[in-house]
């Protein structure tokens, strides 16, 4: 009986005991998933003497050398700007076009409406490497070359199966009722679907948007062959800084600070509905 | 099912005066899901079909972007004989198969350890989740940037401390990324350091969704652990495991920042993967037509290999209910 209630806080594994060697074993596990990060990041507060010594320099005092070099005379922070833009407008833009799509497939009952579904789905399958070279020629030929709006709807297509796959679950899960109360009331649907819908949805919405502003703004292959000076984002810019004949390991450091802290600060912020939003795919399926 | 419940109970929909427009508006329920999936529709055409139909077109022509003054023709078939008849392709697809199988499957079993290890009552469990999630949040260039810089030769914490045990044992540094071999490892290496986080992540919703009652009632019939597991948490499992083999096996097949940054597909050709070999054929020697002909070779691998993936998982787990 003592077994069973325990079974309860943990369905999967009965646990045992709290052995010591787990806690060893993921201290194990921590600090190898931590470390290598950690390392990188003190690196880009060295100066260039200690980041290129023999010996690792575990105490140093901390300099901004490479901070100073990569902004003051590289100018970073514009990519840096790029990268704000870009995510933040692919984010809304596939946010607010994927809702509505996302809503059709989980309320309407229409002909073709699964076809329609996996159809948004395959779009995802394509290595982004196989469409690039299409995707430049189209380009080359409109003048979205190195541009912004060019990344902005590149991005918002990237991202768009993604937020329909997950926002159709989540939308799923809302019972219906809310809406048709409120349209018996005499709203219009729109109305219903702004006050009543969306209000509900909104925590769901939040943890799409952070899972896709991410992987917008980590986005690397498309960005370094579709942009050069004017629309650089981060990512090729952290490249250029950090690989090379003559690699500063503390510029590489501080690159990889710059283009990692708001990730990392997000994600610690909004720990949970991070891990929630990465996890819904497979709950609900 | 609650979708025809819920069309059948629905009430009637009023959309301000009847105009010309409402006839796409919400009351017609054949065609106001069109209306709301249009934009989405609309874009993923754009950017999704017709990259697609302009990689056929491409592929069935003789494109080479650095010299645009050749004359353009159609050439049939020839670019899919000429990527088939390329011995590289078959070295790439070999090489692209062996890495995604091998990281694919270490990261499963590490993955599945560290989701079971989760699901015991720990101290400070969400602290460490974070930081075990850390190698899977940071960018892939950034991934692959930290490991090149750890295995640099004379500079990374690698090859300072593990060279130094190395030496002591008279064996000499290793090679990490200047052997072929353990160039390819490395890499398989980096990428379960980067990914078996979120087989942790996708395992662990999965584990926490298998109802508890089988458990109980295993329980009363005194089965062991490791029985537990094969017949009760495996199978339960089964769809979360679909998801997330699917998912990595195609991000897996198409790594690229990792190789591209770290070895850039050498020593020699020993870690060029399809999508390494598919980057130096079209933006480094600029043969738009093999590398589109390349493209779609590639993406009907992965579309092949995903849908015997499903079929595989979906008639197991048919048999399993």
Redesign the interface.
Known sequence: MR??SY?????????RQ?NWW??L??AV??A???L??L??VL?GFMDGASA?A???QWLFTPSLEAFQFLIVDKGILKNFFNSVIVSFSSTFLSVT??M??A????????VG?DD?SFW?L??R???????????F??FQTVGLLDSLIGLI??Y???Q??FV?WMLTGYF?DIP?RYE?SA??D?D??FAAFRKVTLPVMMPSITATAIFVM?LS??E??FAT?LTSNNAKTM?PA??AY??GADIR?NV?GAA?VL??AP??LF??LL?RQF?SG??????R? | M???E??T???P????ERSFLSGF??SN??V???V??A???I??F???I???L??LY?AGHN?I?SKPYIPRFFVGLYQYQAVVQDPEFWHALRKTLIFTVEAVFIQFWLGLG?A??F????RGI?L????????M??????AA??????FYP??G?VT?YVGGITRALGLGEIPFLSNPTIAFQTLVFVDV?EWT?FMF??L?????????QP??AA?IDGAG?WR??WTI?MPLLR??IL??VIIRT?DA??T??LIV?MTRGGPGNATTTL?VF??KT??EFFD?SK??AL??I??MI??VM?FVFIRVFRSKTEVAE
């Open positions: 077994k069973l079974s309860i806080e943990s369905p999967a594994v009965p646990p709290r787990v806690y074993l993921l596990v921590c190898l998933n931590v290598p990060y390392w990188v690196t290129s023999p010996t690792p076009i994927g509505f799509c809503y059709a497939l989980a309320r309407y009952e229409f409406r329609v948004v395959t779009n399958m394509m290595p982004p490497v196989a469409v690039l070279i299409p995707i020629v189209i709807i590149l918002t297509a990237m768009l199966p329909v799923r219906r048709e349209m018996v005499g219009t649907w991410i703004w980590n690397f292959a062959f990512p952290v490249m950090s690989i390991w590489l990889v283009i990692t990730i990392i994600v610690l720990q891990i990465l996890s819904q795919g497979v709950v399926k | 609650s979708i025809s819920n069309t109970t629905a009430a929909i009023t959309f301000g508006g919400p329920r054949k106001f899901p069109w709301l999936m934009p989405t529709l874009i993923l754009a950017i999704g017709f990259p697609f302009y990689s491409i494109f972007l560290l079971l290890l699901q015991r009552q720990l969400a460490m989740r974070v930081f075990i999630l850390i190698p949040i940071l960018p892939p260039l950034v940037l930290i490991w090149r810089y750890m004379g500079a914490l300072y350091w986080p992540l996708m662990s919703a999965g584990l926490a969704s298998i109802p508890r458990y109980e329980e652990s537990v597991f948490t769809p979360a998801i997330a195609m097949f198409r690229y920042e940054i999508n598919l980057t079209g933006l738009a590398a589109a493209s779609l590639m993406m992965i579309v995903s």
